[in-house]
């Protein structure tokens, strides 16, 4: 019977940390896509507090410039 480094190797262990960080990555950008102001990670690990009202105005902001080329677009 083999001993568990022969059927464990270095492939293993890499493809669980890359399983662990993609869903690591996954979730908080899922977290930071939502609307809530105040959200917590890791049982208080990671707390993020965001500014949702900025960000309301940068994407307000965002549709008048994209307006304003479909304007210009069709004005040519």
């Known amino acids: 019977m083999s001993s ?3 059927t464990y190797d270095s492939v293993f262990f890499l493809s ?3 399983l662990f960080f993609g869903f ?3 979730t908080l ?3 930071l896509k939502s609307k809530c102001e105040n959200f917590s990670v890791c049982c208080g690990l990671i707390n993020v507090h965001r500014r949702v009202d900025l ?3 940068e994407e307000m ?3 008048e410039i994209e307006e304003h080329k479909q304007e210009s677009k069709n004005n040519v």
Request: charged share 15%; with cysteine.
């Open 4 to 6: 568990w480094e022969q």
């Open 16 to 18: 669980i940390a890359t």
């Open 24 to 26: 690591m990555t996954a």
């Open 29 to 31: 950008g899922y977290c």
């Open 55 to 57: 960000e309301v105005q």
């Open 61 to 63: 902001k965002q549709m």
